[in-house]
């Protein structure tokens, strides 16, 4: 099936240069993501994920090499792109409401029916009753989930989630997760995550990229069974497969680690 490409990465090298010197942080990068993929990235610091993912939201420029959204090149913060972080970044003096409208006041995109329609998807994701509280009295993982709603408003083509569970409970995370992944399968949408924490890469992604330091590179693409896929993170957990994937990936990051000498 000729599935389509939401997301294209050709020899994506990058270069810093400053005071200090230049420095080759990621070499080489090539991935295609099709549409209604999640895709994880994982490796130890210093290996470019945070690199690699501010190249796609166009906040830093590739030296090298090539990168397309939706076949469009990027150069600059594109509206095609959300982006979701630790930290959720909400106004305290703004309402939950009028927080998720600055995605769509930014880009001068707000109509008559727009409060309706952030209403309707604070419902869809368990937040009914929140639109006219405050941030301060929302728990850390609803406020999650608020980000995320002034994510999707906008409607992204892809979104960039850069370790947006990390700060929360077990329990909290993997609640938030689960919704991540279904309110993205619904809507049929295609996301990157940065994460350190291979349990959630394993328990959540289609396809985990691995990357390797000195200068980042990709070492392997580890793709998740299916099975494993539609079962959500929770189910996902308990999945025969899954200790075999976590183990796979557990085994490259080790090899990666030794190579260092760590
Ligand atoms: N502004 C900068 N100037 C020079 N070097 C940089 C700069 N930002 C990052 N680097 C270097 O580029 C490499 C990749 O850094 P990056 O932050 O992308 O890695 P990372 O995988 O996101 O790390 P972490 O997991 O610790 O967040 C590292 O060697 C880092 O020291």
């Given at each position: 099936?000729?599935?389509?490409?939401v997301l294209?990465?050709?020899?994506?090298?990058?270069?810093?240069?400053?005071?200090?010197?230049?420095?080759?942080?990621?070499?080489?990068?090539?991935?295609?993501v099709n549409k209604g993929e999640f895709i994880s990235l994982?490796?130890?610091?210093?290996?470019?994920?945070?690199?690699?993912?501010?190249?796609?939201?166009?906040?830093?420029?590739?030296?090298?090499?090539?990168?397309?959204?939706?076949?469009?090149?990027?150069?600059?913060?594109?509206?095609?792109?959300?982006?979701?972080?630790?930290?959720?970044?909400?106004?305290?003096?703004?309402?939950?409401?009028?927080?998720?409208?600055?995605?769509?006041?930014?880009?001068?995109?707000?109509?008559?029916?727009?409060?309706?329609?952030?209403?309707?998807?604070?419902?869809?994701?368990?937040?009914?009753?929140?639109?006219?509280?405050?941030?301060?009295?929302?728990?850390?993982?609803?406020?999650?989930?608020?980000?995320?709603?002034?994510?999707?408003?906008?409607?992204?083509?892809l979104l960039l989630l850069?370790?947006?569970?990390?700060?929360?409970?077990?329990?909290?995370?993997?609640?938030?997760e689960e919704?991540v992944q279904s309110t993205l399968d619904?809507l049929g949408k295609t996301a990157i995550l940065?994460t350190?924490?291979?349990?959630e890469a394993v328990a959540i992604s289609d396809r985990i990229v691995?990357?390797?330091?000195?200068?980042?590179?990709?070492?392997?693409?580890?793709t998740i069974?299916r099975?494993l896929r539609a079962?959500g993170p929770?189910?996902a957990?308990?999945?025969?497969?899954?200790?075999?994937?976590?183990?796979?990936?557990?085994?490259?990051?080790?090899?990666?680690?030794?190579?260092?000498?760590?």
């Open positions: 099936m000729n599935r389509e490409k294209e990465l050709k020899e994506l090298t990058h270069i810093y240069v400053n005071a200090a010197g230049a420095h080759l942080a990621v070499n080489h990068i090539n991935l295609t994982v490796g130890p610091s210093g290996c470019g994920k945070t690199t690699i993912l501010n190249m796609i939201a166009g906040l830093i420029s590739p030296t090298y090499g090539e990168l397309s959204v939706m076949g469009e090149a990027i150069t600059s913060p594109s509206s095609r792109l959300g982006y979701m972080q630790q930290q959720d970044y909400l106004y305290p003096w703004r309402t939950i409401l009028q927080n998720v409208k600055l995605g769509l006041e930014i880009r001068k995109e707000v109509t008559d029916d727009s409060d309706r329609k952030i209403i309707a998807l604070l419902d869809e994701l368990g937040l009914e009753n929140a639109a006219h509280k405050y941030p301060h009295q929302l728990s850390g993982g609803m406020r999650q989930r608020v980000a995320l709603a002034r994510t999707l408003i906008t409607d992204p083509d850069d370790e947006p569970f990390s700060a929360l409970d077990l329990h909290i995370k993997m609640q938030l919704l619904r940065v350190h924490d291979l349990a691995v990357l390797g330091r000195n200068p980042g590179h990709i070492r392997k693409i580890v069974p099975e079962a929770i189910e957990r308990k999945h025969p497969e899954y200790q075999r994937c976590f183990d796979e990936l557990w085994h490259e990051l080790d090899e990666e680690m030794e190579k260092e000498g760590e």
